[in-house]
Nanobody, 123 residues
Framework: QVQLVESGGGLVQAGGSLRLSCAASGRTFSSYNMAWFRQAPGKEREFVAVIGWNGSAYYADSVKGRFTISRDNAKNTVYLQMNRLKPEDTAVYYC?????????????????WGQGTQVTVSS
């Protein structure tokens, strides 16, 4: 079992930055692929970024060049640095663990989810 707790969300103006954190429990964090998803009101949950157990990272086209995913295995934590935020980035952001990541960058979500953290970008 893996428990995930996100933090770092908030209200920011367009063009600003936020860093989200996802702290994971368990001893096998370093072996998990870790991802971020987001869900805006009235929309389906969508993939944002994933980082593999080996550090390989992939991004949705909508955030490429603005967001950076990273991990600190010593702290059992994955981060999402979000720069040049846009109003359309407004959503609840969720951490996901344990999915399958392929060399193409395709990620099939795992079974473990955090509770989510709200990000609101004002125009």
């Amino acid at each position: 079992q893996v428990q995930l707790v996100e933090s770092g969300g908030g209200l920011v103006q367009a063009g600003g930055s936020l860093r989200l954190s996802c702290a994971a429990s368990g001893r096998t964090f370093s072996s998990y692929n870790m991802a971020w998803f987001r869900q805006a009101p009235g929309k389906e949950r969508e993939f944002v970024a994933v980082i593999g157990w080996n550090g390989s990272a992939y991004y949705a086209d909508s955030v490429k060049g603005r967001f950076t995913i990273s991990r600190d295995n010593a702290k059992n934590t994955v981060y999402l640095q979000m720069n040049r935020l846009k109003p359309e980035d407004t959503a609840v952001y969720y951490c996901n663990a344990g999915g399958s990541l392929f060399n193409s960058g395709t990620y099939y979500r795992g079974d473990y989810w955090g509770q989510g953290t709200q990000v609101t970008v004002s125009s």
